[in-house]
């Protein structure tokens, strides 16, 4: 039985306070109505969108070069967006997500796994499976014969510790499917893991 993950450390940095994201509403507002206004979402942006499209890579040029894509494409889309409950980063996050899946389509070979020791120790945990060192080669190649969308989630939630909330924004799906697909790989990594060890 797979424990509940409510409460997994999440990284601080994707949360907002009410008031965070009632001022940051007043940029985009601002930023929608002027392109001028939009630099201060850049300067606060920019790093985490780069760490998550530079994670899933090993070109940092290539990195790079997507990151400019994304924030050209969601200044010029930005009177689309819509305000849900999350940080204006989630969008972000959605733009560079299907920017690094086209990128992928068309380049497989730039496709990587970044992830470090803790990262597999918190997978191991979840499954409820004691974490040994001599595992970890094994349990690095589980994680990357992952399906593509699998993978996305793992990383999301293990890798970059975001809640259900954001992931499902991201990855344009509901809360409550990001939840019950996290539950299916989580059920298949531990048959794995399992099988592994025998």
Not at 167 to 194: F, G, H, P, Q
Request: charge should be negative; include cysteine; hydrophobic fraction near 40%.
């Amino acid at each position: 039985m797979l424990t509940n993950a409510a409460d997994m450390s999440f990284n601080p940095r994707y949360h907002h306070t009410t008031t965070q994201l009632q001022e940051e509403q007043m940029i985009i507002e601002a930023a929608k109505l002027n392109p001028e206004y939009f630099g201060p979402l850049y300067d606060k942006y920019y790093k985490q969108i780069f760490g998550y499209v530079y994670q899933r890579m090993d070109c940092k040029d290539t990195a790079f070069d997507l990151t400019s894509q994304v924030f050209l494409k969601a200044l010029t889309n930005i009177h689309r967006y819509e305000y849900k409950g999350v940080p204006f980063a989630s969008w972000l996050f959605r733009i560079a997500h299907s920017e690094v899946m086209q990128l992928f389509r068309d380049q497989k070979n730039k496709r990587a796994v970044n992830a470090d020791v803790g990262d597999m120790r918190n997978i191991c945990e979840e499954v409820q499976e004691p974490f040994f060192e001599e595992y970890l080669p094994a349990i690095q190649q589980l994680i990357k014969q992952l399906p593509e969308d699998d993978l996305q989630l793992v990383e999301l939630r293990f890798f970059e510790k975001r809640p259900f909330k954001e992931i499902a924004e991201i990855l344009d799906i509901t809360e409550n499917n990001a939840k019950v697909k996290m539950y299916r790989i989580l059920e298949k990594l531990k048959k794995s893991i399992t099988n592994y060890k025998l």
